[in-house]
Structures are given as C-alpha cells and as structure tokens.
T-cell receptor
C-alpha cells in the first residue's frame, strides 16, 4: 500500500500567492495531522483532524487552513503565503488520536520568496 | 511552557553503542515516542514507552523514567545506515505530540 502521499514534492511560491498542499492516506486512519519542520526546531503541529468532518488548531495555525471532507484527504491551504512559511511540511496520520502511532508522508518542501 | 531537550549532535563509531538522552517538561504525559529521520526523508517510528522501564526491539532499546521526566534511546552494534536524526516526542494531556528538535547522529567507520 502507498500509505500517505503528499503533493507536490517541492514548490517555489511567490509571496502573496495561495497554495494548497495535498495529503492522501489509504490506511483508513481516523486522525490526520499537518506539521512544519524548520531547522533547529522540533516538528510543530499546524492543524489536525480527529475524524472526517472535524478539524482543530495546533501550535502554529495562523496563515493556514484545512478541511477534512472525507477520511482519506486532508489538504492544507496557505491563503496568502509569506516568507516565514518557508519550511518542510509533513502530513501524518494515526488510527486514532489518543494512543496510536503517527505515520508520516514524504513531505513537501516549500520556499516562499 | 512545554519543553523537550535532546543533544543537538552526537558522533559514534561503527559497531559501538550510543545512548541518546531526552528530558521533558510537559503538561501531562500520555506516552513517549522515538522516531528516526534520515536526511531529506520523513520521520519513521522506532519505539513507544508509556510505563517506566526498558523496551527492547532488536538493536534498539528505549528507556523511560516518568518521575525524572527522562528517556533514552540505546543503539547497539551501530551501522553506517544508523546515521540519521533521532526525534523524541511526548504526548501531552491533550493527546498532542510535543517534539524535541532532534539529535543528529553521525557514525564514523
């Protein structure tokens, strides 16, 4: 099985433009997460979804939005990108929220100029 | 605030043993995870501890002391492919993972 896929692999984006990072999982996991990873910092949670139809804010949600219309997909949208959003973005999923291991997609490397 | 501390970088020799420490201060505790991350790749799950003591899984072992807010990952019989970053993460009272910045492990022949 593919597990979790993310698209695109990398992107260069002009400041002020919008972009959607795609994430799809085929494990029928209930919970999904978006993290950003910056050099010298731990992974930081942007948004999460415990089940289809629900979403929640993580540690650094400003400038980002998410939706969870179905179990498999969890897109992350940057409405108006800024250079501080330059980062590597990882999508992850887990069977449940409270006790289960999170599994990660391959990541999207985003550069905002 | 919540804090996870790990050494930034460690160096070890192929075939040797290395211990990577992690100390944490979080609002609540619902388990501690170790992940491995090779450069340019996604983190992959290594181990999970929720009770005090040692969990062994092949060449890797992970230890937890909840009273001390302390964990370590022990890697034995080091191989060149073990060169990677090792991430410590604690699940807090809201069941969210709080991540350390990671320890970059360099293996020398």
């Amino acid at each position: 099985t593919a597990g979790i896929t993310q698209a695109p692999t990398s992107q260069i984006l002009a400041a002020g433009r919008s972009m959607t990072l795609r994430c799809t999982q085929d494990m029928r996991h209930n919970a999904m997460y978006w993290y950003r990873q910056d050099l010298g910092l731990g992974l930081r949670l942007i948004h999460y979804s415990n089940t289809a139809g629900t979403t929640g804010k993580g540690e650094v949600p400003d400038g980002y939005s998410v939706s969870r219309a179905n179990t498999d997909d969890f897109p992350l949208t940057l409405a108006s990108a800024v250079p501080s959003q330059t980062s590597v973005y990882f999508c992850a999923s887990s069977e449940g929220q409270t006790t289960d291991t999170q599994y990660f997609g391959p990541g999207t490397r985003l550069t905002v100029l | 605030g919540q804090n996870i501390d790990q050494p930034t970088e460690m160096t070890a020799t192929e075939g040797a043993i290395v211990q990577i420490n992690c100390t944490y201060q979080t609002s609540g505790f619902n388990g501690l995870f170790w992940y491995q991350q090779h450069a340019g790749e996604a983190p992959t799950f290594l181990s999970y501890n929720v009770l005090d003591g040692l969990e062994e899984k092949g060449r890797f072992s992970s230890f937890l002391s909840r009273s001390k807010g302390y964990s370590y990952l022990l890697l034995k019989e080091l191989q060149m492919k073990d060169s990677a970053s090792y991430l410590c993460a604690v699940r807090d009272s809201n069941y969210q993972l709080i991540w350390g910045a990671g320890t970059k492990l360099i293996i020398k022949p």
